[in-house]
């Protein structure tokens, strides 16, 4: 589901590269990064990992999930 605010995650971009915020610690065991065609261009098992990918000016859809939720946002990436 699309994230909205008082959800456990945010998404926000700064520097060329995308967080997520985890206020409430829940388990996420996969964060994906998706252009707006749907293309995957980025997976891992590690929430911490997607701060170190750099990423071109763009819209992304980035979805973080568990064993029972998926959270999916839009997050714009600014020419800097």
Known sequence: ??????????F????GRIYCTN???IN???????SVTGSL???SGR?????NRQFRPG???V???NEKERFTGKVLVADE
């Open 28 to 34: 996420i065991s996969r964060v994906s990064v998706y």
């Open 23 to 25: 206020e409430s610690g």
């Open 41 to 43: 261009l980025f997976s």
């Open 63 to 65: 979805s973080v999930e």
């Open 12 to 15: 926000y971009s700064t520097g």
């Open 1 to 10: 589901r699309e994230v909205n605010s008082g959800d456990p995650v945010s």
């Open 59 to 61: 819209l992304y859809m």
């Open 47 to 51: 929430i911490s990992d997607l701060g």
